[in-house]
């Protein structure tokens, strides 16, 4: 994997993906935002919407920084919204590899408790 295909992974942890996917319901200010992210401070959400902008993945309306009012847009909303479903897919089907992963070995821990009765019972 390429530095800017790492990097730009990097900036899309939580709560930069929330933020995203905030913004694919259309333009939001920075107060606006700050509700799909509550556990995080105003502090770290605008940080993280100017790292989603330094990637070019979001841009604000021009004015000044301390002006909260201003709208954050999304520069690609399609191409985010598919990456956004892509990744959602994965965990999701990384979560069923889990699943799995665990049914299985509960299953080998009964088999290996039925044996271990067996023996003890002859």
Do not use: C
Request: net charge neutral; hydrophobic share 40%; glycine share 4%.
């Amino acid at each position: 994997m390429d530095e800017e295909t790492a990097s730009l992974i990097d900036v899309l942890r939580h709560p930069g993906a929330a933020l995203l996917l905030a913004l694919l319901g259309g333009d939001a200010t920075e107060d606006e935002l700050l509700l799909f992210a509550p556990n995080h401070s105003q502090s770290a959400v605008n940080r993280k919407l100017h790292q989603l902008a330094e990637k070019r993945l979001i841009y604000r309306e021009p004015g000044s920084r301390q002006r909260k009012e201003l709208m954050w847009s999304l520069v690609f909303p399609e191409e985010t919204d598919q990456l956004l479903n892509a990744a959602a897919h994965l965990a999701g089907l990384a979560v069923s590899r889990r699943a799995e992963q665990i049914e299985a070995t509960e299953q080998r821990l009964r088999r290996s408790r039925a044996a271990r009765r067996l023996r003890n019972v002859s």
